[in-house]
């Protein structure tokens, strides 16, 4: 449940929340650090359940000395008043047997809350992928019915691509069964879609197939795509990764310095 | 003064009810929690190579209800701790209860003098408020030591 980290109470309504699913190569999740980061947005408040491993460090988009010492947790809301944006980072694995309780507890603070719209960014096994989904780009869509009806155009503006139905039983042609949503490696990406379906919840999906190991080059892109929906920055005629702010907690992503002595 | 000595291992989907079940019986107004652990040195990420004679060493990381100096350097990013500790930390900060953790960077599997001799700082700290037995039983330490060695028969 949200707990408020200022004196006041959040206010939420009106806002746009955008957060992240655990997926495959935590390309969500350093999207949204990117959002955070660039947007220096502050921190309204933790998310606080049993449904995430615990985890604690020192502020991740530290950017001096005096805010370096600050304690966060697996998962916060950080909000950008002026933007009327609110951002869920979850920096944890879900806990697989309580998958479904999560998922009830974000639809039931989204709604709580009067968000105007969700955008989970999500990620999807790139080796997972279809003849048809092989080809073209590799990001793609999901729109609950609720919020069609208010971004239909935009979204046909920008030509993005929506996540295919795959056949339930692929190759074998007398199955009489409908073509379904199938999201491998998403985490509850495909759960939480369902759910706002049934809870008429305004919620769009963004996802890119893509596979685990260095996945920044897939974060800016699908913040890059985020961005085109939502004007999040200024654009100004600028080289497209180069504003956005990369956290310093994204260092020694791969591990310690080398022993010298190893050459 | 309370010390919770966890001698057992807790199941990470348990962290958070283990610790809202030991806060529950705890008065949070005025209350400072201090939570002493150590991981492997082979978690600790860091810039330059960490020679063998570096560890070992102590780091901390306080909640924001936390007002005091700790006595050490703050845990550097992108490090992070998880487990017991992690579920204290942020237990206490989110009921804005004032907690340290004195997270201890460990070569060796076992407790040793050395290892021991890391967290002097804290306890000198902490002796404020607690008096301790300068010699303990030797049936306490000897327990201490055993239950460490049983680990692995995989090099004897």
Partial sequence: ?263 | VLICHVTCYIAEDQLFQWTEKVFDCLQSRELTVTVLSDRSVADYKTAEYLSSSSAPFLRSLHSSAFSDQPVCQSLEQPNIITGLPAAVLNHCQVNRIAAVVYHCYNDVSGPDSVTVETYRPVLSKLGRSIQADCSPSADVLRRFVRSSEIQSNLYI
């Avoid at chain 1, 008043?81 to 694995?93: H, N, S, Y």
Wanted: glycine letters at 6%.
């Fill in chain 1, 1 to 263: 449940m949200f707990i408020s980290s200022q004196s006041s109470p959040a206010a939420f309504k009106g806002f746009t929340l955008v957060m992240p699913a655990v997926a495959v190569g935590n390309v969500g999740q350093l999207a949204v650090d990117l959002l955070v980061s660039t947007l220096n947005m502050s921190r309204a408040g933790y998310f606080h359940t049993d449904c995430l491993i615990p985890m604690a460090g020192n502020n991740p988009y530290a950017s001096c000395k005096e805010d370096a010492e600050e304690l966060h947790t697996p998962a916060e809301v950080y909000t950008a008043a002026e933007l009327k944006l609110a951002v869920l980072q979850i920096r944890a694995p879900i806990i697989q047997t309580r998958s479904k309780k999560f998922r009830q507890q974000l639809v039931s603070w989204i709604k709580a809350s009067g968000f105007s719209r969700t955008v989970v960014l999500s990620s999807s096994h790139s080796y997972q992928r279809d003849d048809q989904q092989l080809q073209g780009t590799p990001l793609r869509y999901l729109i609950t019915p609720s919020l069609l009806t208010a971004s239909a155009d935009a979204l046909k503006e920008l030509g993005w691509r929506e996540m295919e139905r795959i056949p339930a039983f692929p190759g074998v042609k007398d199955a009489d069964v409908e073509p379904r949503l199938c999201i491998p490696g998403g985490g509850i990406t495909k759960g939480l879609y369902t759910d706002s379906c049934d809870e008429d919840l305004p919620l769009a999906v963004l996802l890119l197939f893509c596979s685990e190991g260095d996945n920044i080059p897939d974060a800016f892109a699908l913040v890059n795509h985020l961005n085109d929906w939502l004007h999040l920055l200024d654009s100004q005629n600028q080289e497209p990764n180069s504003k956005w702010k990369v956290p310093t907690s994204w260092s020694l992503l791969f591990g310690s310095g080398i022993p010298p002595a190893l050459f």
